[in-house]
């Protein structure tokens, strides 16, 4: 599956900002769809994960602030981030895995070209 990243860009802290992920085909039956971000010098890291049957993961330095979704009909998923904070800044990536979630990069078999996010303090 291929997988198209959108909706990156430069805000302030305290701001917010929707990220998209458009896939090539349908993905919700099959697939575990996740964001990963990475920051510069700062190895790749798990923000938000939707399993096959709708169960979402987020990490612990964004829960409740950010919130991960997907739109079936649309073949797109979402991260909603609010309350944007400075060490929010890295390169968010969209990945999908034909199997169940994890936070481990490594796992995952596609993945988008990325979308940059900077927070401004």
């Known amino acids: 599956v291929q997988l198209v990243e959108s909706g990156g860009g430069s805000v302030q802290a305290g701001g917010s900002l929707r990220l998209s992920c458009a896939a090539s085909?349908?993905?919700?039956?099959?697939?575990?769809m996740a964001w990963f971000r990475q920051a510069p010098g700062k190895e790749r890291e798990g923000v938000a994960s939707?399993?096959?049957?709708?169960?979402?993961r987020h990490a612990d330095s964004v829960k409740g602030r950010f919130t991960i979704s997907q739109d079936n009909a649309k073949n797109t998923l979402y991260l909603q981030m609010n309350s944007l904070k400075p060490e929010d800044t890295a390169m968010y990536y969209c990945?999908?895995?034909?199997?169940?979630?994890?936070?481990?990069?490594?796992?995952?078999?596609?993945w988008g070209q990325g979308t940059q996010v900077t927070v401004s303090s």
């Open positions: 939707i399993d096959k049957d709708g169960t979402t």
């Open positions: 085909r349908y993905t919700g039956s099959r697939y575990c």
């Open positions: 990945a999908a895995v034909a199997r169940y979630c994890s936070f481990l990069y490594w796992e995952y078999s596609s």
